[in-house]
């Protein structure tokens, strides 16, 4: 049984593995209600595995529960069987995760044929359960069943609360009706912004690089496009949103990683000019996601205006830089350009928030380096709200700060997060250590700016969320 308890145990590790980085960290399955199959098979999945692990760890199955725990084997296979079909309609697996999943596979096989012969000999047996222990392996294995039990446990869950968000399916929009091109749809406020639009009635075509799972998250209602060269020049667009972009916060800015958060943006926008020059009528507003980090790294609380000059030697302020000037290239065909410049976009779903509250449920919320820094920020609904009113207001346009009235710097943000849990803040992070692992990456924690709304509240927008309390209020709920 060594051997098949350490192909299980290599099984555990490199499947806990998938979850954590594809499954959550990438794919973000359980905010998808499109992954409600998904999940559903994940869950099943899950708790035969956590039967698996505590059932080999403290019994020998003899007779008629040998045949079961066949059974168990059988449905493990056909539930994989399943989820990958699932997985081949719904998104577009990356090369990593297709490996992983070959790796299992054959690992499950190995399993199979290594352990094909013990349940044999155990059906010979009369029919009863044997407790039998293998000391500190069956106490390794009755954690990895706790783990894969709380796993499917949450995974099922997810299920019913995606079940309780998806309500009912929204009528089909005129199909000659002019349209609202979404670049980034499947991003975290490109969902949020289709699902408000499509809730208006408005026609959606939404911009993706993964079409299967674009058309299985959205409804049937978003016409989903891989390629701009597939809209035809007669498509009546009134406005386009461009949020795609590759994620700042994550791996390490090195010159490779640089580029790639610079092409990521900058080819979106050079695509979506070269559609707006073919279309028969211009769209008459664009509307593109900037960020604060336009401003570079103010640790001072003056609020920066919107004409504010960006800054300069600084690769977040430069990125800003270049991202608003490809949007302000298609001014030149007449067309309205707003450049939203987002503070920190907080939500349930993803983004800063969800590990940002779960460390404060914890009671592990911590300040960061001088936690004087500003911490500029935004409530999800306000992010999309601003969007919608910079689409209709026909008086804004140029850039805007996307920040909240509300500017308080880190630590206060921090205790504020804390204190809608109940919780309080004990931690402190020094800023050097995090400036030595993070390189210049670590500005986006430790530096901040100050970017009060001055032209959208005097365009005349109401903030929903004014106050940090009044969002994190809402999201704790």
Known sequence: MNTVFALLSFQALLGAFDNLWHHEWEAKLPQRVSARRELRLHAAREALYALLFIGLAWFEWHGLFAALLAGVLGAEL?????????????????????????????????????????????????????????????????????????????????????????????????????????????????????????????????????????????????????????????????????????????????????????????????????????????????????????????????????????????????????????????????????????????????????????AARLGLAAVLGSGGQPAPWIHLDDAVGLIRFALAESRLEGAVNACAPQAVDQAGFTRALAASFGRRVRLRLPGAPLRRLAGEMSTLLLDGQCAPPFKALAAGYRFRHASLDSALADLAR
């Open 78 to 358: 056909c539930i994989t069987l399943a989820d990958f079909l699932e997985e081949d309609r719904t998104r577009r697996l990356p090369p990593f995760e297709r490996w992983l999943h070959t790796v299992l596979t054959v690992s499950y096989g190995l399993f199979i044929g290594l352990f094909a012969p013990i349940a044999w000999a155990w059906g010979q047996q009369p029919s009863t359960l044997v407790i039998h222990s293998h000391g500190w392996v069956s106490a390794l294995f009755t954690l990895y069943g706790l783990g894969v039990g709380a796993w499917s446990l949450r995974n099922a869950l997810a299920v019913r609360r995606l079940g309780a968000a998806s309500g009912p399916e929204l009528p089909k929009p005129d199909p000659s009706a002019p349209a609202v091109l979404v670049a980034g749809a499947t991003g975290f406020v490109g969902q949020a912004l289709v699902a408000q639009l499509r809730r208006e009635g408005r026609r959606v075509i939404a911009l993706s690089r993964d079409g299967r799972q674009a058309r299985a998250l959205f409804d049937r209602g978003v016409w989903v496009v891989e390629r701009l060269e597939d809209i035809p020049a007669e498509t009546r667009i009134e406005a386009v949103v461009k949020l795609a972009g590759a994620r700042v916060l994550g791996l390490p800015w090195t010159a490779a990683r640089r580029r790639e958060l610079l092409w990521s943006r900058a080819r979106v926008a050079a695509d979506l000019l070269m559609l707006m020059r073919r279309l028969q009528q211009a769209p008459r507003v664009l509307v593109a996601a900037s960020a604060v980090g336009f401003y570079g790294a103010r640790n001072d609380c003056t609020p920066q205006q919107e004409d504010t000059a960006p800054a300069t030697g600084e690769f977040q302020a430069e990125l800003c830089a270049a991202v608003e000037h490809e949007a302000r290239r298609a001014e030149a065909l007449g067309v309205r350009v707003v450049r939203l410049r987002f503070g920190v976009v907080l939500g349930r779903g993803d983004g800063a928030y969800p590990p940002q509250a779960l």
